[in-house]
């Protein structure tokens, strides 16, 4: 899921609703999508063109500069990339949201950005995006390599959804693209907006050495896929996927919905216009031997309701509580009011966070034991990573929400805040306990970590959120 720009925090910077249109202020408070693409991006790779990915940032109030949001997925070996992967912004008519979109050509397979050969950027803003919902938007990209660069946007109003498109595809008898090698296919598939607009939805992975084989089965949100209507005109492009020089297309074909839930074949058909030439050329070729491209058939395709957390909650699931508090200097000090720790007569912003999630998940935890860490913080004389709140590492659990909450309010002052703020310590020593829980009661984990600053491990968190993505483990991480 993306992550939302503006989808927390408070209201600020107030513009006079008079300046704003009427269907802006209708839309205030709505979740923007926003699916964008590239035309004209600089060759910045010898061998091949770049690998480009775009990614949305949005100003740092506190440290000023701008922070990451989120980032598409790398596009290789093209110059007009267009991203099936999408961003997101809360829209509030009364504040200005301004947004930057850097452009970077991927060098590494580092997440760091400082690795990557950096193109350009674009800086707009929510309102200028959403002025134009549905039409493609074409930015100029401030780049020293290349004038002509564009970021295309497509904006439009997201809509969650509640049921998903579940597909099963393969293709057959493929034309052969290469004179000496097999093909490595892939499919892309697009949707025409209201405004006739081509957005890609879904692309495969890459099928080595295939002329006919099956891909990975795959779920897309059904607001993503088609707006929620059947009758939505969908086109399916097959690919050849080269190293070093863009992918060629094979062919496609178009089709609603609602026809490839009929699970039918499909040939594939030219995705260019022929010359004419070439059919001159396809009417002498003997009749008994069609030229064909090859097929693409709809193996399985269905229509689900998609359940989410709390109904697999209500289904009698249960789960393990981690709670993990930021006790790094960038809080302030908890004596003095303007601290995020600062204990008063209203609830901070850690006991706030605590509370809501813990009166969700508390009741469905089976044993009632909820494990509480700290980090960033003076344990024992030494800054600590990860350690125990209750001041017990051999048995770190409190035993009800009430006691998170206590043992949190006690240990604020106990404890020195330092920092910096790693994560990558408290996701380690997570998986380690999402692994004992599964194994003896099967139970699934969650860990909730709060934080108020920028994360400065990332590399060594993002490696051990991958290797937590295969066990039964959430991380949830709320800012404040």
Request: charge should be neutral.
């Amino acid at each position: 899921m993306s992550n939302i720009a503006y989808g927390k925090g408070p209201k600020d910077s107030n513009i006079p609703a008079a300046s704003q249109s009427p269907e802006s202020l209708l839309m205030s408070d709505s979740i923007i999508k926003m699916n964008v693409g590239c035309t004209n991006l600089p060759k910045l790779d010898y061998y091949s063109d770049s690998d480009p990915m775009v990614v949305m940032l949005i100003p740092d109030k506190i440290k000023g500069g701008y922070v990451e949001v989120d980032r598409t997925e790398i596009i290789q070996n093209t110059e007009n990339p267009t991203f099936v992967h999408f961003f997101q912004a809360l829209y509030r008519f009364e504040t200005q949201q301004p947004l930057r979109f850097e452009i970077y050509d991927s060098d590494s397979n580092s997440n760091s950005l400082s690795h990557q050969e950096y193109i350009g950027k674009v800086d707009t803003d929510v309102f200028t995006i959403i002025s134009n919902l549905q039409a493609k938007q074409e930015f100029k990209i401030e780049s020293k390599y290349n004038e002509d660069s564009k970021l295309i946007i497509v904006a439009e109003q997201h809509i969650e959804s509640k049921e998903v498109v579940e597909m099963l595809i393969s293709v057959k008898d493929l034309k052969r693209m290469r004179t000496f090698s097999r093909n490595r296919p892939f499919f892309t598939i697009t949707k025409a907006n209201e405004s006739g607009v081509e957005i890609p939805v879904y692309r495969s992975e890459v099928v080595p050495k295939c002329v006919s084989c099956t891909f990975n089965r795959f779920i897309v949100p059904l607001n993503a896929f088609c707006d929620g209507n059947l009758d939505t005109p969908m086109t399916i492009k097959v690919s050849d996927y080269h190293n070093f020089d863009p992918a060629k297309d094979i062919g496609a074909f178009q089709a609603s919905v609602k026809d490839l839930l009929e699970k039918k074949t499909y040939e594939l058909q030219p995705t260019k216009p022929v010359p004419n030439s070439a059919n001159k050329n396809s009417e002498n070729k003997s009749k008994k031997k069609k030229d064909t491209l090859g097929s693409v058939t709809i193996m399985e395709m269905r229509v689900r309701k998609q359940p989410n957390f709390l109904n697999y909650l209500e289904g009698g699931l249960k789960i393990k509580l981690i709670t993990a508090v930021d006790f790094t200097g960038s809080n302030g000090n908890p004596k003095e009011y303007g601290s995020t720790h600062y204990i008063g007569s209203t609830p901070n912003q850690y006991q706030q966070s605590i509370q809501r999630v813990g009166q969700i998940l508390c009741p469905y935890d089976s044993d009632q034991k909820f494990t509480v860490f700290g980090f960033g913080g003076v344990y024992k004389g030494f800054t600590s990573d990860c350690f125990p709140l209750n001041g017990n590492k051999e048995k770190p659990e409190v035993y009800s929400l009430e006691e998170i909450l206590d043992v949190y309010k006690h240990s604020i002052l106990k404890y020195d805040l330092s920092g910096p703020t790693n994560f990558a310590k408290i996701i380690k020593k997570s998986i380690e306990i999402s692994e004992r829980n599964w194994k003896e009661s099967k139970s699934y984990t969650i860990l909730l970590i709060m934080t108020d600053g920028i994360i400065s491990d990332f590399k060594a968190t993002a490696d051990l959120i991958v290797k937590g993505s295969e066990l039964p483990l959430s991380i949830i991480i709320v800012g404040v």
